[in-house]
């Protein structure tokens, strides 16, 4: 069965670290993958997306992911925290041929002064 | 501005009861979409529509209906037979195509409690 794994329910960094989210899949088939992002009681925002071309995507705030198919992994990073990206961030893979997206369970990310 | 407007933002149900939750939008969107959120689980898919008068079933339809009679309209009836609704229930929407392929915008939901 088609999955999203991420690593880390709840990840903390510094002021100014790398924030580094994991995210693994299971499919034979490049899916499509997304990024959200959830603020308290708040619906999800998109953060960036991979379909196809360019493994490296640049997504809003800062933010980027790299698509890498050897490793079945599209990771989140930004070079330097800051306290207003503290939220949860939510890894969605569509299957092709699948008609849904399967979310991983989430990551809350606390940002600490 | 565009975007979807979920209400209310809180709702209670008593035991037995049927509740309906709604969701509009306007983005022109022709897909739309209901979401279960409960913690540490990620989002659920409950039912979606990619044409007026047209759905199909989610993950955890049971439960749960819908209709789509409009266009920017898509309201979500949880119905007794829902034996644990409290969740955070989230509406989203997208452009035609391949539905599933586009960024999702997302309402910023209700928070269904039973009393």
């Known amino acids: 069965a088609q999955s999203v794994t991420q690593l880390g329910s709840h990840v903390s960094v510094s002021e100014g670290a790398l924030v580094l989210l994991r995210c693994n899949y299971s499919?034979?088939?490049?899916?499509?993958l997304f990024w959200y992002v959830q603020y308290p009681n708040q619906g999800l925002q998109l953060l960036l997306k991979?379909?196809?071309?360019?493994?490296l995507v640049k997504g809003i705030n800062g933010f980027e992911a790299e698509f890498k198919k050897s490793e079945t992994s599209f990771h989140l990073t930004k070079p330097s925290a800051h306290m207003s990206d503290a939220a949860e961030y939510f890894c969605?893979?569509?299957?092709?041929?699948?008609?849904?997206?399967?979310f991983g369970q989430g990551t809350r990310l606390t940002i600490n002064p | 501005d565009g975007g979807i407007t979920q209400s209310p933002k809180y709702l209670f149900r008593k035991e037995g009861q049927n509740v309906t939750l709604s969701c509009e939008q306007n983005?022109?969107?022709?897909?739309m979409y209901w979401y279960r959120q409960d913690p540490g689980q990620g989002l659920r898919l409950i039912y979606y529509?990619?044409?007026?008068?047209?759905?199909q079933k989610g993950d955890i339809a049971e439960g749960y209906s819908v209709s789509r009679e409009k266009k920017e309209s898509f309201p979500l009836t949880v119905t007794s037979a829902q034996k644990n609704p409290t969740a955070f229930y989230l509406c989203?929407?997208?452009?035609?195509?391949?539905?599933?392929?586009?960024?999702?915008?997302f309402g910023d939901g209700t928070r269904l409690s039973i009393l």
């Open positions: 983005l022109n969107h022709d897909a």
């Open positions: 991979y379909t196809t071309g360019a493994t």
């Open positions: 989203a929407s997208s452009i035609q195509g391949d539905s599933f392929n586009q960024p999702q915008h």
């Open positions: 529509s990619q044409i007026v008068n047209d759905f």
């Open positions: 969605a893979v569509r299957i092709q041929g699948a008609q849904k997206l399967v």
């Open positions: 499919s034979s088939v490049p899916p499509y």
